[in-house]
């Protein structure tokens, strides 16, 4: 079974440049998240999705960062314009299903801000 | 709002020597409990998930513990490969993961 793909892997930009990270959940994984991991502490949810829907976006910093899941499948998360402090890896993670089911995470996307 | 505490933040270890890390965790309405292992450069590593006190489960030299306050990831006569960071989380009626901070293992020859 293939595994949580995301794009791309790394990631260097100017303060106040947009990226955009890519994600393709598990097959069959209804529920999809976005962690933000900086370095030397745990993941911290920023979005999670149930199908095409948002079930909790309440730590995204809305007024730069976006994210959709257009058709349930696939999604994407846009940081515009980045700031240093946004420099982490970001995370993407699919579940089955949103009520304590296992959370299986891709490798990452590391953002550097220079 | 939920918390997850992990300790010790670092810990080495010689090949062999057995050692336990410690996960506290305030959450309201427990779910799940969950260990991942996160080595440099990768995403967690789903291990084990943990639901209700009293329950165990092993993996190998792994061994996952739940009490209605604590989990403890048990590691028996640990080797070099075992090396990395152990991230412990928790759900609970939110169905929102919390995770610590991590314990970074090092095991050495």
């Known amino acids: 079974e293939a595994g949580v793909a995301q794009s791309p892997r790394y990631k260097i930009i100017e303060k106040r440049q947009s990226v955009a990270f890519w994600c393709n959940p598990i097959s069959g994984h209804a529920t999809l998240y976005w962690y933000q991991q900086i370095l030397g502490q745990g993941p911290k949810l920023l979005i999670q999705?149930?199908?095409?829907?948002?079930?909790?976006d309440s730590q995204l910093p809305k007024d730069r960062f976006s994210a959709e899941r257009l058709k349930g499948v696939d999604s994407t998360l846009k940081i515009q314009p980045a700031k240093l402090e946004d420099s982490a890896v970001y995370l993407c993670?699919?579940?089955?299903?949103?009520?304590?089911?296992?959370?299986?995470f891709g490798e990452g996307s590391w953002l550097t801000v220079v | 709002e939920d918390q997850v505490t992990q300790s010790p933040e670092a810990l080495r270890l010689q090949e062999g020597e057995s050692s336990s890390l410690n996960c506290s965790y305030t959450?309201?309405?427990?779910?799940?409990l969950f260990w991942y292992r996160q080595d440099p450069g990768k995403g967690p590593e789903f291990l084990f998930t943990?639901?209700?006190a009293g329950e165990e489960k092993e993996k190998e030299r792994l061994k996952a513990t739940l009490t209605k306050k604590e989990s403890f990831l048990h590691i028996t006569a640990p080797k070099p490969e075992d090396s990395a960071t152990y991230l412990c989380?928790?759900?609970?009626?939110?169905?929102?993961?919390?995770f610590g901070t991590g314990t970074q293992l090092k095991v050495e020859l």
């Open positions: 989380a928790a759900t609970g009626g939110g169905n929102k993961l919390t």
């Open positions: 999705f149930q199908n095409n829907g948002v079930v909790d």
């Open positions: 993670a699919s579940s089955r299903a949103r009520e304590a089911n296992t959370i299986y």
């Open positions: 959450v309201s309405g427990l779910r799940g």
């Open positions: 943990l639901y209700s």
